[in-house]
């Protein structure tokens, strides 16, 4: 089956860790973001990735980190300096600029 | 970049009458326009997309309409049902931004 996986779908840490929020594709996408949603509001972009190591922040990139060392994976890094990061995570991929979007499950996080 | 705006931010019909969510963009380059719908549970699931090289597509009860002169995009549905409530997102296409979403609630 093709999609988008991310995982873990819950996760909680403590203040002042760093943490991982992995997003794996197997769909052969060129183009993967990571999107924010906060209660009630709309998607906002964090960073997005238009080709294997190439990347550019979005909308509210700070405190934020990705890498894209492989087509399939997108990695997203929250660290300490991101001052409100209990938010629900969104991965999403396409092959490219004008074509479908398609998103993967989401990954809650909860800093505690 | 880009700049989406959605509105209204909530709408509530009764079942069988028609709701209409706009969205606005800014740039003139963006050429694939998208709607999601957002449910609990589901995740974000595309309903209906359109590209600048037309104005309108249709699906059964749902359908999207493009205005390039003016930069704005709009989704019809018809008919409501109970199950069409959720969230609906538009985005524009060269940045993927979003917009806020719109709260669809139908009343049976």
């Known amino acids: 089956d093709g999609g988008i996986t991310q995982s873990p779908k819950y996760l909680f840490r403590k203040e002042g860790q760093n943490v991982t929020l992995s997003c794996e594709q197997n769909?052969?996408?060129?183009?993967m973001y990571w999107y924010r949603q906060d209660p009630g509001q709309g998607l906002r972009l964090i960073y997005y990735s238009q080709i294997v190591n190439d990347f550019q922040k979005g909308d509210i990139a700070e405190g934020y980190s990705v890498s894209r060392e492989k087509k399939e994976s997108f990695p997203l890094t929250v660290t300490s300096a991101q001052k409100n990061p209990t938010a629900f995570y969104l991965c999403?991929?396409?092959?490219?600029?004008?074509?479908?979007?398609?998103f993967g499950p989401g990954t809650r996080l909860t800093v505690l | 970049g880009e700049n989406v705006e959605q509105h209204p931010s909530t709408l509530s019909v009764q079942e069988g009458d028609s709701a209409v969510i706009k969205c606005t963009y800014s740039d003139s380059a963006s050429n694939y326009f998208p709607w999601y719908k957002q449910e609990l549970g589901k995740g974000s699931q595309l309903i209906i997309d359109?590209?600048?090289?037309?104005g309108e597509k249709k699906d059964q009860r749902i359908a999207v309409t493009l205005n390039k002169t003016a930069k704005h995009f709009s989704l019809h549905i018809t008919e409501t049902q109970p199950e069409d409530s959720a969230v609906y997102f538009c985005?524009?296409?060269?940045?993927?931004?979003f917009g806020a979403g719109t709260r669809l609630t139908v009343k049976p």
């Open positions: 769909l052969n996408h060129d183009a």
């Open positions: 999403a991929s396409r092959a490219g600029i004008g074509d479908t979007q398609y």
């Open positions: 985005a524009a296409s060269m940045g993927m931004r």
């Open positions: 359109i590209r600048s090289n037309v």
